[in-house]
């Protein structure tokens, strides 16, 4: 294949999360996948599946906080981006540790004897590594890798027969130096081979 000269259909496509598992969490460190074949729990075994995600899927926000510089004229004269914040938000809707221990911290709940208990303390501010796998048209693959992120922000949580019992988590993703930046990628092309 090559580049291609003219707009390409292969390459709009709407997104799902990967069949079997689509959403992973693991301790901050955990060792992060490098392409997107192998399910991280093969890369890692700290990586947990978080289970099923409602409909809305996954929100990817990027903020700046901008400021513009002018002359004594007033003429623009430089701009700045500022401060950045990026958040992965989410609403996982399977009621279990791997989800529980983003809320409330994995020292906070336990699952023993076929009953969870969780301690509400507070805000926690575990860090964590996630990994989000999606499927585009045409079965192209695409992984996110979050090496580090925390939750950021919690939303009310429903509980009644016409809802899905799950709360929104928003996690704030957190610039990572030994990865080199927020986000990892890896997303098939449809103009390159595979080696």
């Known amino acids: 294949m090559a580049e291609a000269t003219t707009n390409q259909t292969s390459n709009v496509s709407v997104g799902k999360g990967a069949a079997g598992a ?46 513009d510089f002018n002359d004594m004229s007033g003429d623009a004269i430089a701009s700045t981006t500022g401060a950045v914040t990026k958040t992965a938000a989410f609403v996982p809707v399977e009621l279990k540790k791997a989800t529980l221990d983003i809320i409330y911290g994995a020292a906070n709940v336990t699952d023993s004897n076929g009953v969870i208990t969780y301690t509400d303390k507070g805000p926690d501010s575990t860090l964590w590594t996630m990994v989000f796998d999606f499927v585009l048209d045409g079965g192209r693959k695409w992984r996110v890798v979050i090496p580090q992120c925390k939750l950021k922000e919690l939303a009310d949580m429903t509980i009644n027969y016409q809802t899905l019992v799950g709360r929104q988590n928003t996690m704030a993703v957190l610039y990572d130096a030994t990865a080199g930046g927020y986000y990892k990628s890896y997303l098939d092309s449809t103009e390159t081979e595979a080696a």
Do not use: M, R
């Open 22 to 67: 689509y959403a992973w969490i693991a301790p901050y460190g955990a060792t992060l996948p490098t392409d997107n074949t192998e399910a991280p729990s093969t890369v890692d075994t700290d990586y947990k599946v978080l289970g099923f995600i409602d409909e809305n899927g996954v929100t990817f926000s990027d903020a700046t906080s901008p400021t």
